[in-house]
């Protein structure tokens, strides 16, 4: 009986939720996808056809049982298929906004390949969970049992949250303390409304809370706080702070000429309708100006079309390489497009003029030989420099971590030539007794469902060394 609510793939067409026209979504902060109806969520969910191998649980980080919670969402069964979702994935209903499926589960479907168009797998995933909490499935957390052993947690963001998360549900007191005002990381600060809308993540931040986590914010570590006063309080340590040091540029300081991070951050804590004096002077507000964000990755895309909706007068991106060589989803530059950005290809900023900024000098770039990545590497086209003039530049180029040792005063916390904490990646054991490490402080600037694997990886390792310590401590 369930076969036959399957394999629809060859009958029913490829369709994803309703986007939003360009000219009204461009007006808002609002998410551009509309929500799927329960018959349209089953109807593409009917689609899969059941792979014996999964390619698309294969190619998730998070090894989500897809085809399972897609064959119950057909059925109707969608209480069942939110707790298989919720099984491996601590927040599906963000990793279903904001995951770049076309190059995970999506983009490794095996009805895609077979030119039937893949198989709407975000878009069902956000439905099943947004259903879910709207039906009151999603409760606070309770432990069969509480434990005396408790866990400091370093950051905010999906890594320290999806373990957190874990600990809490084995009893485990865990706290955990940001520098922000506000719990959730780059999800909460960093990602745009249109793309994850802040009462999604709020939902989950009271969750937890409920589920008795604690939260210590606007605690810088290192300075309100030291790192050793967090050891000495709690069985065990988890840093997650993701990393939020900008890449630079040279003689890239001119009034004018702003980092991504702070200028994503401004404009999610307008949304809030907090108090942003760099937002309303209009250093970090794009209004009425002529826009260059410089960069290609996803983050390039959260500022243009940020940029778009506070009223630039143009947005143009500037990327060394070219359209099939960029980092960033080609979803998210179809949508940018749409919505009115100029993408300037093969080409890089060489220096600028003015402070305030009044041009950014640009070079033509053509690709050359592979880099040892296997990309092709850019060169400068000789004499094809031009400036183009701008109000404001941002610079997108990516994150390093901060030199934590130095800011926490810390001996011993060893780091990669990268700058990275120097973590197991199995477990996320760093080189001091008890601490942990996980998402992005370890790899690097990475995915959202990383740092959320890297997390629960992390919760399991430590979940085991507190009973190996109480075994040894009953001994």
Known sequence: MAGQKMLKFTAVERDMPEKRPPN???????????????????EQASRCSQCGVPYCQTHCPLHNNIPDWLRLTAEGRLQEAYDI?????????????????????????????????????????KYITDTAFAEGWVKPIQPHAERSESVGIIGAGPGGLAAAD???????????YDRYDRGGGLLTYGIPGFKLEKD?????????????????????????????????KHDAVLIATGVYKTRDLPDSFADGIVSAIDYLTASNRKSFGDEVPEFDSGELNAAGKRVVVIGGGDTAMDCVRTAIRQGADSVKCLYRRDRANMPGSQREVQNAEEEGVDFVWLSA?????????????????????????GRQSPEVIEGADYVEEVDLVIKALGFEPEDLPQLWGTDGLEVTRWGTVKADFGTGATSLEGVYAAGDIVRGASLVVWAIRDGRDAATAILEYLGQAANVAAE
């Open 24 to 42: 009204l979504r461009k007006e808002d902060f609002g998410e551009i996808y509309a929500q799927y109806a329960r018959d349209k969520a089953a």
């Open 85 to 125: 979702s919720q099984a491996t994935n601590t927040f599906p209903e963000i990793c279903g906004r904001i995951c770049p499926q076309d190059r995970l589960c999506e983009g490794n479907c095996v009805i895609e390949q077979s030119g039937h168009g893949t198989v709407t797998i975000g878009s069902v995933e």
């Open 166 to 176: 874990m600990l809490r549900r084995q009893g485990v007191q865990v706290t955990v």
């Open 200 to 232: 999604v993540v709020m939902q989950r931040m009271a969750q937890l809370e409920n589920g008795g986590v604690q939260f210590v914010l606007n605690c810088e570590v290192g300075e309100d706080l030291s790192f050793d006063a967090i050891r000495g």
């Open 349 to 373: 900023p060489a220096g600028f003029d003015g402070d305030p900024v009044t041009g950014v000098k640009v070079q033509k770039m053509r690709l050359g030989a592979p880099d040892a990545t």
